[in-house]
């Protein structure tokens, strides 16, 4: 048996495709047998096909030959220049950022700092080549995961990903109140643009959450929810209509429930890829934001311990 520690590039990706990329010259069904009676072993344990991996963690595999994990897709930094905090990924043709709570995704007026103005900087974009944009948008107050494709076929690629809702985004909440552990939130949203909310309207947009409970003090919950549609304030007003608005949200939460944090407790804690050939080395790649301090300290506080 061979062991091979996993790095940035395994990361977030699936036991089959890792095992398929490092060695291809093993026959499919090899393959698949040696994960069923467990001759694949990740950390030591039996491992699933679909299971995703870590960085660092030990693959140990029934093969004497050398993975062959192709091209790095991470591109090194330039020589004495480290990425900064707040760059989860950066590849040949994809940047993952952990957008901080606060920043804007894009400017809102030329010259303006976002996100999307600091990859520029950051890649060195210049007048008349492309500039790097957002693939989707996360509200100022909302921290996590926003992918920026550095190449305008792979924006063009996520863009029609993203309207035929391929791509899995999972967020983080703390709400007041506890729901039931698992759930679907079905409410139709109708925005109202002059004052940046949206209201329930049986003639708005169909929405749909599904949610998750992740852990409880009885007073306030940590939810997993997954936005099976992209409508904008989605979340948060799903979560208030139903009972369980997010702490710190003084847009649609109760005065009390609105006052327990300075913004909304809300995270994109992680987007996944489908497995589409059209994404190449990035198919089924997921990237996950480490929850931040703010939502970690409340967490703390309250005792609240959850399971994943």
């Not at 036991?15 to 010259?25: A, M, Q, T, V």
């Amino acid at each position: 048996m061979e062991e091979h520690r996993l790095g940035a590039d395994q990361a977030g990706r699936r036991i089959d495709r890792i095992l398929k990329e490092g060695w291809p010259d093993v026959p499919l069904g090899a393959r698949m047998k040696a994960l069923r009676i467990g001759l694949v072993r990740l950390e030591g344990r039996k491992v699933s096909c679909d299971e995703r991996a870590e960085a660092g963690q030990v693959l140990r595999v029934p093969w004497a030959e050398a993975p062959r994990w192709g091209v790095p897709l991470v591109t090194p930094a330039p020589e004495g220049r480290d990425d900064p905090p707040w760059v989860l990924f950066r590849g040949r043709n994809l940047l993952v950022a952990d957008k901080p709570a606060g920043w804007l995704t894009q400017p809102d007026r030329p010259g303006g700092d976002s996100l999307v103005t600091r990859v520029w900087e950051l890649e060195g974009v210049g007048e008349g080549s492309f500039r790097p944009a957002a693939a989707h948008r996360l509200d100022r107050n909302t921290s996590g995961v926003v992918l920026l494709p550095l190449t305008a076929l792979l924006l063009r690629l996520l863009a029609d990903l993203l309207r035929r809702r391929r791509l899995r985004k999972t967020y983080w909440a703390l709400v007041a109140g506890v729901p039931p552990a698992t759930g679907e939130i079905t409410r139709s949203l109708r925005k109202l643009e002059e004052e940046n909310r949206v209201v329930e309207d049986p003639r708005g947009d169909q929405a749909l959450t599904r949610y998750r409970l992740l852990g409880t003090d009885g007073e306030a919950s940590l939810l997993e929810l997954d936005l099976v549609t992209g409508r904008p304030h989605q979340a948060r007003a799903h979560l208030a209509f139903s009972g369980f608005p997010i702490l710190g949200d003084r847009k649609y939460a109760p005065p009390v429930p609105a006052s327990a944090a300075p913004r909304p407790l809300l995270h994109a804690r992680e987007v996944v890829l489908p497995e589409d050939p059209a994404l190449e080395d990035l198919a089924g790649r997921g990237f996950t934001a480490p929850l931040p301090e703010d939502m970690a300290g409340v967490l703390r506080r309250r005792g609240i311990r959850y399971t994943l």
